[in-house]
């Protein structure tokens, strides 16, 4: 007999799929500095009508401060990771040397698809 109730709930297949969904990647950026970046990109595109030299001279700048944002954050990104696993004692458990390489993985794949 067709149970509606059963029909419309989600299947174990469905509930295991979901509950295996990798966390979304955490932003490179702090939310203050990605804001203000996107701001002065704002402004560019709201000015160019008026302004077309002024509005790119403002994007690039935007642009330039992304990519010096984006660097420095690496770089400590980098500096963490490397002292999380550098330093440790060579009996240090192969499960935390596996989260390390995995983050390192993780990081390099996002910066590849950019």
């Known amino acids: 007999m067709y149970d509606q109730t059963r029909a419309q709930q989600p299947s174990d297949q469905d509930r295991r ?5 990798p966390a979304p990647p955490e932003a490179m950026l702090p939310s203050a500095e ?3 970046v996107l701001d002065r990109l704002r402004t560019a595109i ?6 077309p030299h002024d509005a790119l001279a403002e994007a690039e ?3 330039d401060d992304a990519v010096n944002h984006l660097a ?3 770089a400590e990104r980098r500096r963490a990771l490397h002292e999380s696993w550098q330093d440790q004692d060579p009996e240090t458990h192969a499960e935390e040397l596996r989260l390390a390489l995995r983050q390192y993985r993780e990081i390099t794949q996002r910066l590849i698809r950019l």
């Open 17 to 21: 799929r979901t509950e295996h969904r």
């Open 34 to 36: 990605r804001d203000a």
């Open 46 to 51: 709201n000015t160019f009508p008026d302004a």
């Open 61 to 63: 700048g935007a642009f």
């Open 72 to 74: 420095n954050a690496l």
